[in-house]
């Protein structure tokens, strides 16, 4: 199988076993939920200059915090650990090189480790005792440094780029997603979230001025959480 062919994530194996958590906790009555711990696992896909689709899948963790106080407009804290790759070994830059710089030499492959943390409101659509369907959108930050197929940084590597170019390994990131939840009686949960990360960088691949595509790299993922109450209060 080739290097652009979509391959399911390791992480996929855990969910037998995410399934079981669901079913271990002993159920109880007439409980609200108000805060949850959320854990998680995603596939994440990278689209940029070295990847025209969203073809490679590589995994994530995640961990967070979530509120359900609100009918309507609830907030949320995720960390993630996670990492991004993409490949053309044909890549070459289609623009002209001014007279006085040096030929371009752009990377043909990266891979990094991505740690993000975001807040985002979620907008609940429907809004059930035990189910949910909501849209959300945040605010954070995504730390990367991309390297080469010799786990060499790229960021360090001045001849992967045009002259003076240079770039921060931090950046702000405005997470779009949507998503359903549901509930079993015990307060424990399961969920699954698709979207876009949209960070505010083009250097996720190290690969900006002698880039052939306009704009922002892109991170598309598709998350599945296990999600525990951390404060149970009856209803009145």
């Known amino acids: 199988m080739t290097f652009f062919k979509m391959r399911l994530p390791s992480f996929i194996y855990l969910l037998p076993l995410?399934?079981?958590?669901?079913?271990e906790v002993k159920a109880q009555d007439s409980i609200t939920y108000k805060r949850f711990l959320e854990v998680g696992v995603?596939?994440?896909?990278?689209r940029g200059d070295l990847q025209a689709g969203y073809e490679k899948f590589t995994s994530?963790?995640?961990?967070?915090?979530?509120?359900?106080?609100?009918?309507r407009l609830n907030g949320a804290i995720n960390l993630q650990i996670g990492s991004i790759s993409g490949q053309n070994p044909n890549y070459e830059y289609s623009?002209?090189?001014?007279?006085?710089?040096?030929?371009?030499?752009?990377?043909?492959?990266?891979?990094?480790?991505?740690?993000?943390?975001?807040?985002?409101?979620?907008?609940?659509?429907?809004?059930?005792?035990?189910?949910?369907?909501?849209?959300?959108q945040g605010i954070g930050l995504i730390r990367f440094n991309p390297k080469d197929e010799f786990r060499n940084s790229l960021s360090k590597d001045l001849t992967s780029r045009a002259d003076g170019e240079t770039y921060s390994n931090l950046a702000f990131m405005f997470?779009?997603?949507?998503?359903?939840?549901?509930?079993?009686?015990?307060?424990?949960g399961a969920g699954f979230k698709m979207g876009w990360?949209?960070?505010?960088?083009?250097?996720?691949?190290?690969?900006?001025?002698?880039?052939?595509?306009?704009g922002n790299d892109k991170i598309f993922a598709c998350r599945f959480t296990v999600m525990v109450p951390v404060r149970l209060k009856a209803e009145k």
């Open 197 to 214: 990360y949209n960070p505010a960088t083009d250097y996720l691949d190290n690969i900006s001025k002698w880039g052939n595509k306009s």
């Open 42 to 46: 995603s596939a994440n896909a990278y």
């Open 95 to 136: 623009g002209t090189a001014g007279s006085t710089e040096k030929t371009p030499t752009p990377n043909h492959y990266f891979k990094t480790a991505i740690f993000t943390v975001h807040y985002e409101l979620q907008l609940n659509l429907i809004k059930r005792k035990n189910f949910r369907v909501f849209i959300a």
């Open 60 to 71: 994530g963790f995640h961990l967070g915090i979530q509120w359900m106080k609100k009918k």
């Open 175 to 188: 997470p779009t997603q949507c998503g359903f939840q549901y509930f079993l009686p015990n307060g424990v």
């Open 18 to 23: 995410l399934c079981c958590m669901l079913h």
